[in-house]
C-alpha cells in the first residue's frame, strides 16, 4: 500500500525560488528517504534521515522529520531549472527484518522550475 | 561501484503475449532485489521482493511472476499480457542487511500492451 502522500501534487516556481514539498504516512518507521526521479528515467537517492532525526542537510537540500505528526518535508533552496522533476519520499517500515527493506513510495510531487 | 542494469528500455506487446524483463546487478553480492511498477504520474507500486536465490515474495496478486535463478539477477515474466499490465517497470536493490541504506534503481522499461 502507498503510504506516504506528497502535497503538493504539482508546484511550479522561479528559479532562484526555494521549493518545499511535504509528505505524510501512517506507520512508524526506521527511516524516510527522498528521491528524485527525471521524467521517464530511474529514481535516484537524494538524502534519508533516521527517525531520531529531525532535520539533516545536504547541498541546497534540507529534510525535516517529524515522527509525532508522520510527516516529513524537503526543502530545496535556490532552485534551478534542473532541478526540474518528479520527487517522492519513501519509507522504511520500523519492523525489522519481517520488512525486508521494502520501501513504501507515496505519489510525488511534480516540480518545475521556470528559468 | 555497483551497477544495475535493466532491459529493454521500450516495449510494445500485444495483448496475449508472453513478457520478460531482465535486471542485473553488478559490484555487490546477496543484495535484495525489487520490481516495482508505476503508473503514469503515480507513486511506485512494489510487485515482488527477492531476498535470496529461488526466494521470491510476491506484494500484489496479478498477472505476473518473478524469478531469481543468479544472485544478482532478477527477472519479471508473465504468460499471457493484459491491457491492465502496461506501466512503467523498475528494477532496483538494497544491500541485505538494508536498515539505513538507501536503494539503487535501474532506468526502468516502459511496457505498452496494445
Known amino acids: 500500500s502507498q503510504q506516504g502522500e506528497e502535497d503538493p501534487q504539482a508546484l511550479s516556481i522561479q528559479e532562484g525560488e526555494n521549493a518545499t514539498m511535504n509528505c505524510s504516512y501512517k506507520t512508524s518507521i526506521n527511516n524516510l528517504q527522498w528521491y528524485r526521479q527525471n521524467s521517464g528515467r530511474g529514481l535516484v537517492h537524494l538524502i534519508l534521515i533516521r527517525s531520531n532525526e529531525r532535520e539533516k542537510h545536504s547541498g541546497r537540500l534540507r529534510v525535516t522529520l517529524d515522527t509525532s505528526k508522520k510527516s516529513s518535508s524537503l526543502l530545496i533552496t535556490a532552485s534551478r531549472a534542473a532541478d526540474t522533476a518528479s520527487y517522492f519520499c519513501?519509507?522504511?517500515?520500523?519492523?525489522?527484518?519481517?520488512?525486508?527493506?521494502?520501501?513504501?513510495f507515496g505519489q510525488g510531487t511534480i516540480l518545475t522550475v521556470h528559468p | 561501484s555497483q551497477t544495475i542494469h535493466q532491459w529493454p528500455a521500450t516495449l510494445v506487446q500485444p495483448v496475449g503475449s508472453p513478457l520478460s524483463l531482465e535486471c542485473t546487478v553488478e559490484g555487490t553480492s546477496n543484495p535484495n532485489l525489487y520490481w516495482y511498477r508505476q503508473a503514469a504520474g503515480r507513486g511506485l507500486q512494489l510487485l515482488f521482493y527477492?531476498?535470496?536465490?529461488?526466494?521470491i515474495s510476491s506484494e500484489v496478486p496479478q498477472n505476473l511472476s518473478a524469478s531469481r535463478p543468479q544472485d544478482r539477477q532478477f527477472i519479471l515474466s508473465s504468460k499471457k499480457l493484459l491491457l491492465s499490465d502496461s506501466g512503467f517497470y523498475l528494477c532496483a536493490w538494497r544491500r541485505g542487511g538494508w536498515v539505513g541504506t538507501e536503494a539503487f534503481f535501474g532506468q526502468g522499461t516502459r511496457l505498452t500492451v496494445v
Open positions: 527477492s531476498v535470496g536465490i529461488g526466494q
Open positions: 519513501a519509507t522504511d517500515a520500523r519492523g525489522g527484518g519481517t520488512s525486508y527493506g521494502k520501501l513504501t
